[in-house]
T-cell receptor
Framework: GEDVEQSLFLSVREGDSSVINCTYTDSSSTYLYWYKQEPGAGLQLLTYIFSNMDMKQDQRLTVLLNKKDKHLSLRIADTQTGDSAIYFCAERPAGGTSYGKLTFGQGTILTVHP | DVKVTQSSRYLVKRTGEKVFLECVQDMDHENMFWYRQDPGLGLRLIYFSYDVKMKEKGDIPEGYSVSREKKERFSLILESASTNQTSMYLC?????????????????FGEGSWLTVV
């Protein structure tokens, strides 16, 4: 079945850039998502990228997709303490019977220290 | 804004009890999902529903059942709660998947229900 992998921890200094990486196995993925989860809260959609794109930029967020290597990354520029959270990568397969099910990675805990 | 509401944020139940987790969405979405979240494992799909009274098993359905009698409401049922079902449960909903690049393909999540089984 589909598999999505992320490293579990990332620690950065405030003001630096953060790069969170994700690999996936399903070559039929249509959308790839980044969600953010703050303590005690649900998941908030940060951004998504369609599989025919290589890059998407949205303010401080840059998503890079290498479809050949099945590698997705999220770069957060000028990381702030408010960016400390768990970041989930997720993929959505193609096909009408998928009904929009997502396969999630394990989540990367981003810690931003002063 | 889309709203997915999980009525119970924190529950403590005894082993063997029947547990109901309720989820309501207000955007007329066709698809609804129940995930559980455990540290280091990410989110795993328990069940999903693509229409009223329709349900499909996800990756970890054992020990759970679901009910979707109305389009806006999707309930997760633990018939006989066990300690290994202590977890955070997340409900989500989305429009019917059309395959295009519309934002409507986004999946929206509730705030989560923390369940402790003792």
């Amino acid at each position: 079945g589909e598999d999505v992998e992320q490293s579990l921890f990332l620690s950065v200094r405030e003001g630096d850039s953060s790069v969170i990486n994700c690999t996936y196995t399903d070559s039929s993925s249509t959308y790839l998502y980044w969600y953010k989860q703050e303590p005690g809260a649900g998941l908030q959609l940060l951004t998504y990228i369609f599989s025919n794109m290589d890059m998407k930029q949205d303010q401080r967020l840059t998503v890079l997709l290498n479809k050949k290597d099945k590698h997705l990354s999220l770069r957060i520029a000028d990381t702030q303490t408010g960016d400390s959270a768990i970041y989930f990568c997720a993929e959505r397969p193609a096909g009408g019977t998928s009904y929009g099910k997502l396969t999630f990675g394990q989540g990367t805990i981003l810690t931003v220290h002063p | 804004d889309v709203k997915v509401t999980q009525s119970s944020r924190y529950l403590v139940k005894r082993t063997g009890e029947k547990v109901f987790l309720e989820c309501v969405q207000d955007m007329d979405h066709e698809n609804m999902f129940w995930y559980r979240q455990d540290p280091g494992l990410g989110l795993r799909l328990i069940y999903f529903s693509y229409d009223v009274k329709m349900k499909e098993k996800g990756d970890i359905p054992e020990g759970y059942s679901v009910s979707r009698e109305k389009k806006e409401r999707f309930s997760l049922i633990l018939e006989s709660a066990s300690t290994n079902q202590t977890s955070m449960y997340l409900c989500a909903s989305s429009l019917e998947f059309t395959g295009g690049e519309e934002i409507g393909n986004t999946i929206y999540f509730g705030e989560g229900s923390w369940l402790t089984v003792v």
